[in-house]
């Protein structure tokens, strides 16, 4: 079973930046999509970006387009989110979490098997 960890959230001002950072025990990101996705507490947890297993494609919410990148680094086993020109609609507990979705389900969290206990990111104007 793949266990994930999150770190890296803090609170910040509007226009600064942030890197997440999510590692993994139990397995390795090469086997997996990893996906971030975030939460508002009453919404809906919404997908962020995900970087496929294979390839190494990645996708991104429009919301976060030109504003946060992801990449993986296989020697430590840890995927990031860069998030840059942060905005205060982008406080939200994040998450990150791997699964083997078909390309037309890279966002939908239902095809993600295992799940961080996500970090929390706050924006203040």
């Known amino acids: 079973q793949v266990q994930l960890e999150e770190s890296g959230g803090e609170s910040v001002q509007a226009g600064g930046s942030l890197r997440l950072s999510c590692s993994a025990s139990?397995?390795?990101?090469?086997?997996?999509?990893v996906a971030w996705f975030r939460q508002t507490e009453g919404k809906e947890r919404e997908f962020v970006s995900v970087?496929?297993?294979?390839?190494?494609?990645?996708y991104y919410a429009d919301s976060v387009q030109g504003r946060f990148t992801i990449s993986r680094d296989n020697t430590k086993n840890t995927v990031y989110l860069q998030m840059n020109s942060l905005k205060p609609e982008d406080t939200a507990v994040y998450y990150c979490?791997?699964?083997?979705?078909?390309?037309?389900?890279?966002?939908?969290?239902?095809?993600?098997?295992?799940w961080g206990q996500g970090t929390q990111v706050t924006v203040s104007s």
């Open positions: 979490a791997v699964g083997r979705p078909i390309l037309s389900a890279v966002r939908n969290q239902e095809m993600y098997y295992y």
């Open positions: 139990g397995g390795t990101f090469s086997q997996y999509d």
């Open positions: 970087l496929r297993r294979s390839g190494g494609r990645t």
